[in-house]
Nanobody, 128 residues
Framework: QVQLVESGGGLVQAGGSLRLACAAS????????MGWFRQAPGKDREFVSV????????YYADSVKGRFTISSDNAKNTVYLQMHSLYPEDTAVYSC?????????????????????WGQGTQVTVSS
């Protein structure tokens, strides 16, 4: 089992920045990738970003590319999501997730069904 705990959410004005963190514990050696997803009220869960645990390869949704940066500290088993230039439409519950299965194509990690473990989520609210 892997446990994930997010932190760093909050309220920020449009144009501001936030950094989310996701700390993994338990069988972390089984993780191949960690991703961030978000879900706004009344909308489906949306892929945000992923980082491959082995090679540090990253992938972003077009909506956040150039504004968000995902990174990891493998020694701490922690993944970060640095968010800049936030828009009100970025408002959502942000959840991190861990995938056990290995895929050579990073694109497979954009699918939430790829992930085995999920955090409880952290609210990000961007005011206009």
């Amino acid at each position: 089992q892997v446990q994930l705990v997010e932190s760093g959410g909050g309220l920020v004005q449009a144009g501001g920045s936030l950094r989310l963190a996701c700390a993994a514990s338990g069988r972390t050696f089984s993780i191949n990738a960690m991703g961030w997803f978000r879900q706004a009220p009344g909308k489906d869960r949306e892929f945000v970003s992923v980082i491959r645990w082995d090679a540090g390869i990253t992938y972003y949704a077009d909506s956040v590319k150039g504004r968000f940066t995902i990174s990891s500290d493998n020694a701490k088993n922690t993944v970060y999501l640095q968010m800049h230039s936030l828009y009100p439409e970025d408002t959502a519950v942000y959840s991190c997730a861990a995938a056990v299965r290995y895929y050579s194509d990073t694109y497979y990690y954009t699918n939430p069904q790829t992930y085995n473990y999920w955090g409880q989520g952290t609210q990000v609210t961007v005011s206009s």
